[in-house]
């Protein structure tokens, strides 16, 4: 394993086990709302400071784009940066429902070159460095075989904060119904991709992502075998937010299925 992507496990670890701790007392936990539908807890901060403390520990030069911290420049950072959600899933978490990932990537020059998704609950750790292959708890995984949408499980998220699309994403939603053998929302997205990774479900789709939702989580997809892309399938989903995966041949069925809803303004 790459010696920054041992950092990386540490630092997710670390994170996991404040999350566990915490989960085994919701009542106790302080939650702000930062706007509809978006809620941070004091979870998410000691997670966040944990994971920034081993990296400024390991590699102090380094840029950091954090979900509650923002972008956290460092002298000398130069062109490697850390996209950190420290509790992808908080609305689940703090419903005490048992879908949430640590999620971490680390990027150069704009490109992902490692990745760790660590579960807290199931104690499943995904990692993936470019060009090395993706494992879940050091054994190789892989995308699923699927080759028909018919046959496919796939994942989403549904849009909790803007509904300027709605309408489309339901008209999306309805086909996908029609024409895979089933839709789940799961509600953690870093956590969706890695199980297109492994092969659990066999695609995801989902707009309006941020960095840290998709950084690791797609390098994992890319690294087990399959392809990811905006709603277009150019690589520029970290920058639109938009995000399709899946396995070779669910990945172009999923986008040809999606291009009838999609408007010109989906597609910037």
């Known amino acids: 394993m790459h010696p920054i992507l041992n950092i990386a496990v540490k630092a997710a670890r670390r994170a996991g086990s404040i999350i566990n701790r915490a989960s085994l007392d919701l009542g106790q936990i302080k939650v702000n709302v930062k706007q509809q539908s978006d809620f941070v807890t004091e979870v998410d901060r000691a997670a966040e400071a944990a994971i920034i403390d081993i990296i400024r520990d390991a590699y102090p030069g380094h840029g ?107 008209g ?51 690294e087990a075998g399959g392809l990811c892309g905006d709603l277009t399938g150019e690589p520029n989903y970290l920058d639109t937010g938009n995000i399709i995966g899946g396995s070779p041949k669910v990945f172009g069925q999923l986008l040809q299925a999606a291009a009838p809803y999609l408007s010109a303004k989906l597609k910037a």
Not at 87 to 114: C, E, M, R, W
Not at 172 to 192: E, F, H, N, V
Not at 196 to 211: H, K, M, S, T
């Open 64 to 170: 950091i784009l954090a979900e509650e911290s923002g972008l956290l420049e460092a002298a000398g950072s130069g062109d490697i940066q850390w996209i950190i959600d420290p509790l992808d899933g908080t609305t689940n978490f703090i419903h005490g429902f048992p879908q949430y990932a640590v999620s971490i990537g680390i990027a150069q020059k704009g490109i992902v070159q490692h990745a760790v998704v660590y579960d807290p609950n199931r104690n499943e750790l995904f990692t993936a460095s470019k060009g090395g292959g993706a494992f879940l708890n050091e054994k190789r995984i892989r995308v699923s075989a699927c080759n028909k949408l018919a046959d496919a499980l796939i994942g989403t998220g549904f849009p909790y904060r803007m509904f300027d699309h709605i309408d489309a994403y339901l």
């Open 172 to 222: 999306l939603m309805k086909d996908m119904m029609q024409k895979t053998a089933g839709l789940r929302r799961p509600g953690a997205a870093s956590l969706d991709l890695a199980y297109v990774a492994c092969g659990r479900l066999d695609g995801f789709f989902e707009l309006g992502l941020a960095p840290w939702d998709m950084a690791a989580g797609s390098l994992l997809i890319t």
